[in-house]
């Protein structure tokens, strides 16, 4: 399953608000993705109930998202009431001065260029389920140390509550903004310098981070380490998160992507959290071998391609793209969709670990080109 919708926009109690996401994170982890859709045909929309529902629900449907995936059914910008009536027209109060579009704007933003937005973010509850206020961090799988983002969400509509922050210090707390652009809750009852409480308004969503909503640059450094340290936990699992910058990684990879392939399959556990490993790195890429990689690029597009037995297959093209990949294996054909990541600004590509295509015995290998977005 690539993707299905959630039951989220059905959960309204504290305890389901609680409960619920805990369920979904894990279907997506498992099965396939679950979008998180703020309202739909099935339900009456949120408008109806007012301002502040639609909101609070949109956000709070973005913000527990899984990978960003969040949806909202036409008209939810515009805050229309008209519950919709499947083959039937349904106002969708177009153009309306009292609108939310620049929220939606906003949620659309964070999700598409915010590091906790990303695939591989965890999101663990952290606090206990049926109080009005909870509390979620969105944490990179097995990396402890990064603050991530911090979802604080208040489903009493009428009445603000008290929420006892001892996840972070007072000082992380200063360092952090909202991602939704509104004005954090002043901290009360300081313990010691450190641990505090919140007031949370009525229908408060707020999603707390260090890290700003980064450039396209940015996004596209993150998006090629994410696919390259992905291939790396395919082939040499770390029990870990990599210690390593992305600035870095997309250095070695950009110098010599074969070179860089190969030595990952060098590289240790051991080697990856050494506080030497750039160092470890680099003296492996210097010793001469042969670059267990083949690169496939829009020339072969009319070949019968070959990938030997232990060999990387890199997929490359001047813009970005999709493609379907090929191959036969012991009398049986296989295929398989993958997506580019942008390696530079004129180059992108798609890394396949050896073992991905399952047997040593391919005899052929056929990559039909897609191009991006269709």
């Known amino acids: ?17 609680a409960e619920y996401p805990n369920y979904s ?16 045909h099935d339900n009456n929309r949120l408008a109806s109930r007012g301002r502040q529902w639609s909101v609070f629900r949109n956000k709070l449907c973005a913000a527990l ?7 909202i059914t036409s008209g939810v910008e515009w805050l229309a009431t008209e519950k919709i009536s499947v083959h039937n027209k349904s106002g969708l109060r177009w153009g309306h001065s009292d609108n939310i579009v620049p929220i939606i704007a906003r949620i659309n933003h964070v999700l598409c260029h915010h590091v906790a ?17 909870q509390v979620w961090r969105r944490a990179y799988r097995g990396d402890q140390a990064h603050p991530g983002a911090w979802v604080v969400a208040n489903n009493d509509q009428h009445h603000a509550h008290q929420v006892h922050i001892n996840h972070f210090s007072l000082r992380q707390y200063l360092s ?28 408060s ?20 380490t994410d696919h390259l340290m992905d291939v790396i936990y395919t082939r040499s699992p770390l029990t870990v998160r990599k210690p390593v910058s992305v600035r ?47 690169t496939w690029r829009v020339l072969d ?47 992108h590509t798609f890394c396949m670990p050896p073992g991905d295509m399952a047997s040593a015995e391919i005899s052929g290998l056929t990559i039909c080109m897609v191009p991006h977005g269709e």
Not at 65 to 71: C, E, I, K, Q, T
Not at 209 to 224: K, Q, Y
Not at 313 to 326: D, G, K, Y
Request: charged share 30%.
């Open 176 to 203: 952090m903004e909202d991602l939704f652009g509104e004005a954090k809750p002043e901290p009360q009852a300081v313990e010691a310098g450190e641990f505090f409480d919140l007031l949370i308004p009525p229908g």
């Open 1 to 17: 399953m690539h993707w299905a919708y959630s039951e989220l926009f059905q959960n309204e109690s504290h305890h389901q608000i």
């Open 117 to 133: 937005f990303r695939d591989g973010v965890r999101l663990e509850r952290m606090t206990e389920s049926g109080q009005p206020v």
């Open 205 to 224: 969503v707020y999603v707390f981070s260090p890290d700003p909503v980064s450039s396209d640059a940015d996004d596209e450094d993150h998006r090629l």
């Open 248 to 294: 870095e990684i997309c250095d070695l990879f950009r110098k010599n992507p074969d070179r860089f392939l190969e030595v990952t399959q060098q590289m240790t556990e051991a080697d990856w959290q050494s506080p030497k490993w750039l160092e470890r790195f680099q003296e492996s890429a210097r010793v001469s071998r042969y670059d267990r990689c083949v």
């Open 65 to 71: 998202s899984d990978s960003g995936a969040y949806g």
């Open 301 to 347: 597009s009319h070949r019968e391609f070959i990938l030997p037995e232990n060999h990387w297959l890199r997929l490359e093209h001047t813009s970005p793209f999709r493609a379907e990949i090929r191959w036969k294996s012991s009398g049986n054909t296989t295929s398989r969709w993958i997506e580019s990541v942008p390696m530079d600004r004129h180059r």
């Open 25 to 40: 994170h894990k279907m997506s982890l498992n099965v396939g993705c679950f979008v998180h859709y703020s309202e739909t």
